[in-house]
C-alpha cells in the first residue's frame, strides 16, 4: 500500500488507510464521505498484427521507454471491451485496421499491479503509418526481430510464445505471470 498522501475522489478529503468491514486488506477510506477508493491492477490490452507472415511493431515515441520497439498496446478505457481496446490502440499507434483473430498471451505482472492481455490479429492490408506514439512502424520477419530492442519483458515473451506456436503449426492461449528484476518498475505503459 503506498504511502503517499491520497485524496477522496469524491470530495477531496484526505483518505485514511484502514480495513473496511468484511474486507481483508487496507483501502483507502475517506472519512468525511465514507467512499472507498479501492486501488486494483490495470489492464493493458494490445494485439500482435501479423500481415502476410510478418509482425507489425511500433517504435515507441513516448516514455517511458522512448526508442524502443513494442507491439501496439496501452490501456483499457472504460465502456469497451478487451478486444475492441486492442484494435483500437493498434489503431492509434500505427494507423492499422486490424482483425482479431484469437487472445493470444495473458500475462500477469503482480510486482506492477499490471495484467498484460494480447490478442493474436491479422492485417487485412498492410496500412501503416507513424503516428504521435509511434516514430516508426514497420513489418519484421520473424527472424528480423529486434529482441535486444524490444521495450518490455511482456513483449519478449509475447513475441516468443508466438514464434514457438508457429513453429507448432498451432495457436493457443497463454496464461503466464511474469517477474521483473529490476525496480523501480515502468510504472505507465
Ligand atoms: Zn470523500
Known amino acids: 500500500m503506498t504511502q503517499e498522501k491520497r485524496f477522496c475522489p469524491k470530495c477531496g478529503s484526505q483518505v485514511n ?28 490490452t494490445g494485439t500482435i498484427p501479423i500481415y502476410q507472415g510478418k509482425v507489425l511493431l511500433c517504435r515507441r515515441d513516448i516514455e517511458p521507454r522512448r526508442g524502443y520497439w513494442t507491439l501496439p498496446a496501452g490501456f483499457m478505457e472504460n465502456q469497451e471491451s478487451t478486444s475492441t481496446g486492442a484494435l483500437r490502440e493498434t489503431l492509434e499507434e500505427c494507423g492499422s485496421q486490424a482483425i482479431c483473430r484469437q487472445a493470444f498471451s495473458m500475462i500477469s505482472i503482480p510486482q506492477i499491479d499490471q495484467v498484460h ?11 501503416f503509418h507513424t503516428t ?42 497463454h496464461e503466464e505471470t511474469l517477474m521483473i528484476d529490476f525496480l523501480p518498475p515502468l510504472k505507465t505503459f
Open 17 to 44: 488507510f484502514s480495513i473496511p468491514a468484511g474486507d481483508n486488506r487496507p483501502r483507502a477510506v475517506c472519512p468525511n464521505c465514507h467512499h472507498i477508493d479501492y486501488d486494483n491492477p490495470r489492464l493493458i
Open 117 to 127: 492481455l494480447f490478442y493474436l490479429a491479422d492485417l487485412p492490408k498492410a496500412d
Open 132 to 173: 504521435e506514439e509511434s516514430s516508426e512502424v514497420e513489418l519484421f520477419e520473424l527472424d528480423d526481430i529486434p529482441w535486444k530492442e524490444l521495450a518490455f519483458n511482456s513483449i519478449t515473451r509475447t513475441l516468443k510464445l508466438y514464434l514457438e506456436d508457429v513453429k507448432k503449426g498451432s495457436f493457443g492461449f
